[in-house]
T-cell receptor
């Protein structure tokens, strides 16, 4: 099983739609989780951290399910500018690579007019 | 002002050559990284330096040698380039220890012919 798995998509949605991405991780001891956003031919940028209680930032909601080892990202009222690849990131909290961030391959979102 | 800057943006070279990529951050961060993103868009850590000291060295051929002259700079030197080295290389930095919020440079697209 890969350390961090995501559906690569693409997710093609109309403007205004609500879309959700899931991500699963293999190491049950992982403690820190993040969503990064990467635009085409650009560098990744932190979108939001994922807290155990779930957290919201405007139209974006992130949730963590430790029992099932998955993280979700919900985007409401999609905008054209939301089109990007969304990377699920898990902090590796064990072994010789203490604190290493493990990136998923990303889920591509395309928002259409 | 660019927070994390890396040069060059594009690098096209022949197999067997030696090349370097430079990275500088003006954020005052303690930790710097090199990541590789291959053609499948998989972003993987190569090295991590904290205050000029190597703290993470993932399974990377020893043809790759990072150099950190001071905590604001982390350069990557690659010897005897191979076709499989073609990828986008991202420099990044973070405050505090490894795994904190990453700020990425804009990437260097390396093409080995």
């Amino acid at each position: 099983r890969k350390e961090v798995e995501q559906d690569p998509g693409p997710f093609n949605v109309p403007e205004g739609a609500t879309v959700a991405f899931n991500c699963t991780y293999s190491n049950s001891a992982s403690q820190s989780f993040f969503w990064y956003r990467q635009d085409c031919r650009k560098e990744p940028k932190l979108l939001m951290s994922v807290y155990s209680s779930g957290n919201e930032d405007g139209r974006f909601t992130a949730q963590l399910n430790r029992a099932s080892q998955y993280i979700s990202l919900l985007i409401r009222d999609s905008k054209l500018s939301d089109s990007a690849t969304y990377l699920c990131v898990v902090k590796q909290d064990y072994g010789g690579s203490q604190g290493n961030l493990i990136f998923g391959k990303g889920t591509k979102l395309s928002v259409k007019p | 002002d660019t927070a994390v800057s890396q040069t060059p943006k594009y690098l096209v070279t022949q197999m067997g050559n030696d090349k370097s990529i430079k990275c500088e951050q003006n954020l005052g961060h303690d930790t710097m990284y090199w990541y590789k993103q291959d053609s499948k868009k998989f972003l993987k850590i190569m090295f991590s330096y904290n205050n000029k000291e190597l703290i993470i060295n993932e399974t990377v051929p020893n043809r790759f040698s990072p150099k950190s002259p001071d905590k604001a700079h982390l350069n990557l030197h690659i010897n005897s380039l191979e076709l499989g080295d073609s990828a986008v290389y991202f420099c990044a930095s973070s405050q505090g220890g490894a795994g904190e919020k990453l700020f990425f440079g804009s990437g260097t697209q390396l093409s080995v012919l």
